[in-house]
């Protein structure tokens, strides 16, 4: 009995270490940068009953090392973003804080790019909502020379 005992403490510690070892993905740092054209993009005037209004960043790795996008969010519910590559997109990423996608876990392969597609809904907070709005976009990667890139989008809403 004192075997199979033993036996059963020393398979659950096992199993243990090896969960914890497989879930805990150590993020290689990368001395990449991601490089875009812009980093903010001003929508102008825009009419609250007219739709939601989008804008594309290009996100582009001109680095010899593979760039890791990880976490996304945006400073309002009212914007929201996705990913997307020539095989499909990720997302939406959204506020943090509510029930929506966070990370990414996005690799971007030297010489590639993904396009960072952002969604401003300017009928989101009603008439009280009207004026001038700015909204940020956060960007994580692994990069130790870019740990976070920030976009910006902004406009005049208007009734």
Not at 16 to 42: A, C, R, W
Not at 43 to 57: S, T
Not at 97 to 115: L, M, Q, R
Not at 137 to 148: L, M
Request: charged share 15%; aromatic share 10%; net charge negative.
């Amino acid at each position: 009995m004192n075997k199979n005992y033993l036996f059963i403490v020393l398979a659950v510690i096992l199993v243990g270490v090896g969960i914890y070892f497989s879930s805990s993905d150590p993020v290689v740092n990368s001395q990449g940068k991601i490089e875009t054209s812009h980093l903010s993009y001003d929508f102008g005037q825009v009419i609250m009953n007219a739709g939601d209004v989008e804008h594309r960043f290009v996100l582009e790795n001109k680095s010899d090392q593979s760039i890791i996008l990880g976490d996304i969010s945006t400073s309002c519910m009212c914007t929201t973003a996705f990913l997307e590559y020539e095989r499909g997109s990720i997302g939406p990423f959204g506020m943090s804080g509510h029930d929506i996608k966070k990370t990414a876990n996005f690799t971007v392969e030297p010489g590639k790019s993904v396009d960072l597609r952002v969604i401003f809904d300017p009928a989101a907070h009603g008439p009280s909502g009207t004026g001038f709005t700015e909204r940020n976009i956060y960007v994580n990667t692994n990069s130790q020379i870019q740990p976070q890139i920030v976009f910006k989008i902004n406009g005049m809403v208007n009734l």
